[in-house]
């Protein structure tokens, strides 16, 4: 709903077009019920599918709301585990409390309202017993001073019923009973005896009471005439027979249920009658029987059909109309103090039960304080683990944003602690990492210009010389390597050519390798010697060097004019030649390895003596279609998975084998050869190659060349 808005989601939606439609086509049925009188049968038709899609749509939209607010008011940790505690320890603790509370509450209610009904019972027994009295002794008496037997049982138990009423009423039934006499005292006249105060004594004796007798509890209501005010009341009646087959009288005995029998029955249960209110007679609508009209008062008299008494409550009970036994109700209340009823019913020594109370109170207190201590220990514990969790989730924040800074607060020596300190070491180490990083791209920076500038100290340009084609490569193992070479023009016939591995790899190599350029370029100017020109190079280099490091370079100086080529070793791999019979057609080639002796430059051995005796000069003939290869022990020794070394051997058969190519393409297929064999090996030293085939035509060619490693020289 959010993505739509209100607008869209009522009319870009389903449910939303549903209920905007359902409430255009109520609206329409309205309107036209309203024009017509009537809705005719195929709208309401209509009207009843709209309401259908609208409740459908509405609850749609009721149902995306509660997930919404869910998602909003849930978000939260520290929300969901504070109601999940309600939940799980909370509210099942309060609804113990209160299924105990209420199962008391009902004990206590329902043992009160037995005390009070056993009460109104003994009430009945007693008005029963008085009213039976009273029919003995006016029958023994031969029916003669009924007037004063009623005046003189009316004042004996006035004292302890007061306002208690007696009547006489006469009357002539049928009672077909084999225990009764066959005469009863004459007929009477109707008496009364007492204030009548509650109702107008009764007339006659209703059909439905037999000749057994009655006794019960009975209500009134009456209203003074002209008022609204209604009183109501209840009292305890009692109704009896002479013992004959035709009884002529009936005594009635009315005990008011006023404030002395309140008092004695809140005295006697510890429950008090507050009221009695009397509801209408059901589906009658007229005033009950028995109405006085001289009085202008409404009289019901109800029997209680029930035993419950509700404490300030009001209790539903049935009652029966006197005069036509008609069923209806009224509401008892009843006012409940569980402290009164407790001592009521409460047994054994006073101080034994109070010190159980007692205890029972305390028990509840500790419950109570348990609880309290259980609900702060839970919302602490929410705000510990939430606040750590929301220290995390403010962290992560801020490491998603590039700030690998901020530090976690580590409060408590627990899980969470570890992990607030986890985090810290985390970031602490994406920083460093980082920081590496950075350092890395830095110098792998600074080695690719470093690679640049030496790769800038190879032979650069087109170099023009007659008679010589050349091809040159040089890979290093790491960004910048040891491996040099070089082509020096020494004069307009003769060029300087120069080989040499410095011992290692990397940064160091490259930079004895920049002194050895240097150094060369000195030499060459002076020296016309390959022999010299290495001697007076091994003392400067051995001063310079450090004592771990060493030089092997081979130095070979190409005379055009006299078609020789001067050359001396130092240390370094062979010179290999292949040749092309001499000048002999018909010859095959073959290859020459050229090993004349030389230490390595650079150690300090001697001042330089052994080097000198050492070292050899040789100077070989050039024929037309001769190659000459200069390399560095990174070709001869590249290795494969099964460290097995490429090998002098395998170089001299690939040459002899294509030394037809141009050198250009044979540069390649040496290359491809090699890295065939080491099949994906990485790399472990510098690869550097010269390859120089002489010619024998003449004519002057343009040069060509691959950037900084290859050139051709044609005449």
């Known amino acids: 709903m959010n993505r739509y808005g209100v607008r869209g989601a009522l009319f870009g939606t389903l449910p939303g077009r549903a209920v905007v439609i359902g409430i255009a086509i109520r609206l329409a049925v309205y309107v036209a019920g309203l024009l017509l009188g009537r809705v005719p049968g195929f709208l309401t038709v209509i009207d009843t599918v709209a309401s259908l899609a609208l409740a459908i749509g509405a609850g749609y939209f009721v149902y995306q709301l509660i997930v919404l607010a869910k998602r909003h008011l849930l978000w939260r940790v520290r929300r969901k585990l504070i109601l999940s505690y309600m939940f799980v320890g909370f509210v099942p603790a309060i609804l113990i409390v209160s299924f105990f509370l209420l199962s008391g509450f009902l004990l206590f209610y329902n043992f009160s309202s037995y005390l009070v009904q056993s009460r109104l019972r003994a009430i009945e027994d007693r008005a029963r017993f008085l009213a039976q009295s009273i029919v003995l002794e006016i029958q023994r008496g031969g029916g003669r001073d009924a007037a004063a037997i009623l005046a003189r049982r009316q004042d004996n138990g006035d004292e302890e019923f007061p306002g208690l009423s007696m009547a006489l009423v006469p009357m002539d039934r049928n009672c077909p009973s084999g225990s009764r006499q066959d005469s009863s005292p004459p007929s009477q006249t109707a008496m009364v005896s007492g204030p009548w105060a509650h109702v107008a004594p009764p007339s006659k004796i209703p059909a439905w009471i037999g000749c057994e007798g009655f006794s019960g509890l009975l209500a009134y209501s009456r209203s003074p005439t002209g008022t609204s005010d209604r009183t109501d009341g209840a009292f305890v009646r009692a109704v009896a027979f002479p013992e004959s087959r035709r009884p002529s009288f009936a005594v009635a005995v009315d005990v008011p249920i006023g404030s002395r029998v309140k008092e004695q029955l809140k005295q006697d249960t510890g429950v008090e009658i507050t009221s009695i209110a009397v509801r209408d007679s059901p589906g009658e609508g007229r005033p009950l029987a028995g109405l006085a009209a001289d009085e202008g008062e409404a009289l019901r008299q109800l029997t209680a059909a029930s035993s419950g008494l509700m404490s300030q409550l009001k209790v539903p009970t049935e009652f029966i109309d006197w005069n036509s036994q008609a069923s209806g109700g009224l509401f008892i209340t009843t006012d409940l103090k569980v402290g009164a009823l407790y001592d009521r019913i409460s047994s054994g020594p006073q101080q034994f039960g109070q010190g159980l109370l007692i205890m029972l109170f305390i028990i509840g207190g500790l419950f109570i304080v348990i609880e309290v201590m259980a609900l702060t220990a839970g919302l602490a514990l929410a705000k510990s683990i939430t606040g750590s969790v929301h220290e995390l989730f403010t962290g992560t924040e801020l490491v998603r944003q590039g700030d690998f800074t901020h530090k976690i607060a580590v409060t408590a020596q627990d899980q969470l602690g570890e992990l607030a300190q986890s985090f810290n070491s985390m970031t602490a180490s994406i920083e460093d990492l980082l920081r590496?990083?950075?350092?890395?791209?830095?110098?792998?920076?600074?080695?690719?210009?470093?690679?640049?500038?030496?790769?800038?100290?190879?032979?650069?340009?087109?170099?023009?010389?007659?008679?010589?084609?050349?091809?040159?490569?040089?890979?290093?193992?790491?960004?910048?390597?040891?491996?040099?070479?070089?082509?020096?023009?020494?004069?307009?016939?003769?060029?300087?050519?120069?080989?040499?591995?410095?011992?290692?790899?990397?940064?160091?190599?490259?930079?004895?390798?920049?002194?050895?350029?240097?150094?060369?370029?000195?030499?060459?100017?002076?020296?016309?010697?390959?022999?010299?020109?290495?001697?007076?190079?091994?003392?400067?280099?051995?001063?310079?060097?450090?004592?771990?490091?060493?030089?092997?370079?081979?130095?070979?100086?190409?005379?055009?004019?006299?078609?020789?080529?001067?050359?001396?070793?130092?240390?370094?791999?062979?010179?290999?030649?292949?040749?092309?019979?001499?000048?002999?057609?018909?010859?095959?080639?073959?290859?020459?390895?050229?090993?004349?002796?030389?230490?390595?430059?650079?150690?300090?051995?001697?001042?330089?003596?052994?080097?000198?005796?050492?070292?050899?000069?040789?100077?070989?003939?050039?024929?037309?279609?001769?190659?000459?290869?200069?390399?560095?022990?990174?070709?001869?020794?590249?290795?494969?998975?099964?460290?097995?070394?490429?090998?002098?051997?395998?170089?001299?058969?690939?040459?002899?084998?294509?030394?037809?190519?141009?050198?250009?393409?044979?540069?390649?297929?040496?290359?491809?050869?090699?890295?065939?064999?080491?099949?994906?090996?990485?790399?472990?030293?510098?690869?550097?190659?010269?390859?120089?085939?002489?010619?024998?035509?003449g004519g002057q060619e343009t040069l060509h060349h691959r950037g900084k490693e290859e050139k051709r020289i044609m005449v």
Do not use: W
């Open 436 to 697: 590496e990083a950075a350092e890395k791209k830095r110098l792998e920076e600074e080695l690719r210009i470093a690679r640049e500038i030496q790769m800038s100290l190879l032979p650069q340009g087109p170099l023009s010389m007659p008679g010589l084609s050349v091809s040159a490569l040089c890979v290093p193992a790491r960004e910048v390597g040891g491996d040099y070479y070089d082509f020096l023009p020494l004069d307009d016939h003769r060029l300087g050519v120069l080989i040499a591995d410095v011992s290692g790899k990397g940064t160091s190599a490259a930079l004895y390798m920049a002194e050895l350029k240097g150094l060369m370029l000195s030499l060459t100017r002076i020296h016309e010697s390959p022999r010299e020109l290495m001697m007076t190079a091994n003392r400067i280099i051995a001063n310079n060097l450090d004592a771990r490091s060493f030089i092997t370079m081979t130095y070979a100086i190409i005379d055009f004019a006299a078609k020789t080529m001067t050359y001396a070793r130092a240390g370094h791999t062979p010179l290999m030649r292949v040749t092309c019979g001499g000048g002999q057609a018909g010859r095959r080639r073959e290859t020459q390895v050229l090993v004349p002796d030389g230490l390595v430059l650079g150690l300090k051995i001697d001042d330089g003596e052994m080097f000198d005796r050492l070292l050899v000069e040789q100077t070989i003939p050039l024929h037309p279609g001769d190659l000459y290869v200069l390399f560095t022990d990174g070709i001869s020794e590249a290795m494969n998975a099964d460290e097995d070394c490429f090998g002098e051997v395998r170089l001299a058969r690939l040459l002899e084998e294509h030394a037809d190519l141009p050198v250009e393409e044979l540069r390649e297929r040496i290359l491809r050869e090699v890295e065939a064999f080491a099949a994906g090996t990485p790399q472990h030293d510098d690869m550097t190659m010269i390859l120089m085939k002489v010619e024998g035509n």
